[in-house]
């Protein structure tokens, strides 16, 4: 099994469902500029598996997700400003369990 992830910068995301969609791409010397960006974190099948959102340069949420076989997301923790992280579970279709 292959363990590479692949890091990319966004401007946003889009949609309210997990795992949030992360849009408009930016090149990693485009981030120096920015005082707010999304750092995504793909797994080697190109899968979202988590994001840190940056904000003058501190990190002010974190999401990393966990998928099962199917694809279906199978758990989100989210870590807030606050340190404070909540932990959602999928059943394997992917509804909250």
Not at 41 to 52: M, W
Not at 83 to 90: A, D, K, Q, Y
């Given at each position: 099994m292959n363990n590479k992830q692949t890091t990319r910068y966004f401007v946003?995301?889009?949609g309210v469902k997990l795992p949030f969609n992360l849009v408009t791409e930016l090149q990693e010397h485009e981030v120096q500029n920015r005082?707010?960006?999304?750092?995504?974190?793909?797994?080697?099948?190109?899968?979202?598996?988590?994001?840190?959102?940056l904000a003058y340069g501190d990190i002010e949420l974190q999401h990393r997700y966990s998928y099962h076989a199917n694809g279906k997301l199978?758990?989100?923790e989210i870590t807030d400003i606050d340190?404070?992280?909540?932990?959602?579970?999928?059943d394997m279709e992917g509804s909250p369990a």
């Open positions: 946003t995301y889009s005082n707010t960006f999304f750092k995504g974190y793909f797994n080697a099948s190109g899968r979202l598996s988590g994001f840190d959102k199978s758990a989100a340190g404070e992280v909540t932990m959602l579970v999928f």
